[in-house]
């Protein structure tokens, strides 16, 4: 992995990792529904001016079944469960839990396509298993009112995102950023008519605006560009790394900004969770250190 590859696979994985802190400063102000509402408008705007600006054409690959449903399952959906589940949960443990994402795209194999597991696959889904457990059993945040509910929400998203994974992976397409921006689109159709009924009763402060266009702009449609320039450069396989660095930034993130306390159960379980994700998607760290041509 070149240098300039390493530093688009931190900044992501910060990008990433931030967005849990600043939805659980924004979602209180403004609610879910506003919050994503705007959040993937910012993003379908921006990827459009990005694309007119680079002279992309909009025109070849029209492919809006597609489109909708990338929008409902990678960004509707688990947008708006992770927005209800910010409430009530950290948000260091939401992107600890965001990790999980993996494990259930193993899952979903087993029961859609009948896919069986090998003992290296079926371990990484224990550890799995008893890392969530080991972190919603002795987080005191877990024990607070709503929360088992957020757990349930977030956890959902990261199904949400597995599914999604499952659809790409059998349905490719030729231009990811035309997939992208009119995932975008149809998740700003489908959150839109919503936002109306869910507005603030007044116009919030400079800090959460400035939150909400952060993850609408560089979050989603700035991320986007990053995570698909890294497929590009170095291969599929090692940007997988982005999911077991996410947790990383997410945690620091809420620690520095949102005094959050880090015990040992969270520190031992996002362990037991990233090996579990590193095993099911049978990750070999030493992947980054080849070049392009023998990973694409």
Do not use: C, E
């Given at each position: 992995m070149t240098p300039a590859s390493l530093a688009r696979l931190l900044l992501l994985s910060a990008i990433w990792g931030s967005s849990f802190m600043l939805m659980r400063v924004a979602v209180p102000v403004v609610g879910p529904v506003t919050l994503i509402g705007a959040r993937v408008l910012l993003a379908a705007l921006f990827l459009t001016a990005f694309g007119l600006a680079m002279k992309?054409?909009?025109?070849?690959?029209?492919?809006?079944g597609r489109y909708l449903r990338l929008?409902?399952?990678?960004?509707?959906?688990?947008f708006m469960l992770i927005g209800y589940a910010v409430k009530f949960l950290p948000a260091g443990l939401l992107s600890i839990l965001n990790a999980t994402t993996p494990i259930w795209g193993v899952l979903l194999g087993l029961v859609l396509t009948r896919t069986m597991v090998s003992r290296k696959t079926a371990l990484g889904l224990a550890l799995g298993v008893v890392g969530v457990a080991l972190l919603v059993g002795l987080d005191?945040?877990?024990?607070?009112p709503g929360a088992g509910l957020a757990i349930v929400a977030a956890l959902g998203a990261s199904f949400c995102y597995a599914l999604s994974a499952h659809d790409a992976r059998y349905n490719p397409v030729s231009d990811p950023f035309l997939l992208a921006l009119g995932s975008m689109w149809a998740a700003t159709l489908v959150i839109s008519p919503a936002v109306p009924f869910y507005l603030p009763e007044s116009w919030p402060p400079a800090h959460i605006i400035a939150s909400i266009a952060m993850l609408g702009i560089v979050s989603s449609g700035v991320?986007?560009?990053?995570?698909?320039r890294l497929v590009s450069d170095i291969g599929p396989a090692p940007a997988l790394t982005v999911t077991f660095l996410i947790p990383v930034f997410g945690v620091f993130f809420g620690v520095m900004f949102l005094d959050e306390a880090i015990g040992w159960h969270t520190i031992i379980g996002s362990a037991i969770i990233?090996?579990?994700?590193?095993?099911?998607?049978?990750?070999?760290?030493?992947?980054?250190?080849?070049?392009?041509?023998?990973?694409?």
């Open positions: 992309k054409s909009f025109g070849g690959q029209k492919n809006y929008g409902i399952l990678n960004s509707a959906i688990p005191q945040a877990s024990l607070q991320a986007y560009l990053l995570y698909f990233i090996l579990g994700t590193a095993l099911v998607t049978n990750f070999d760290p030493r992947i980054l250190l080849r070049r392009k041509s023998t990973t694409s």
